[in-house]
């Protein structure tokens, strides 16, 4: 949907979360891992601030795949909340 460009989505919200991914899983740190303790929680850091950008991101994308699907119908979702 978003290459199709009918989900509105800013690049960066898609850009931040695989940057993280990405620093996580590359051998390249600022804080090298053999360094036991400061190495992982460069890491856990960056994953903190990517992770929960990413299910912002999800969250508001099955919102409006919901409004989509019911705008069809007649129907529209006013609120809701994914637990």
Avoid: C, H
């Avoid at 390249?28 to 929960?52: E, Q, T, W």
């Avoid at 699907?69 to 994914?82: H, L, M, P, Q």
Wanted: glycine letters at 4%.
């Amino acid at each position: 949907m978003w290459r199709k460009g009918t989900y509105p989505v800013k690049s960066m919200d898609l850009i931040l979360p695989l940057v993280g991914l990405l620093y996580v899983i590359s051998p390249i740190d600022i804080i090298p891992d053999f360094i036991v303790v400061a190495g992982v929680l460069d890491d856990l850091a960056v994953l903190s601030l990517a992770i929960p950008k990413l299910i912002r991101e999800v969250d508001k994308f099955l919102l409006w795949e919901a409004e989509q699907k019911y705008s069809t119908n007649g129907a529209k979702v006013i609120d809701a909340e994914i637990v």
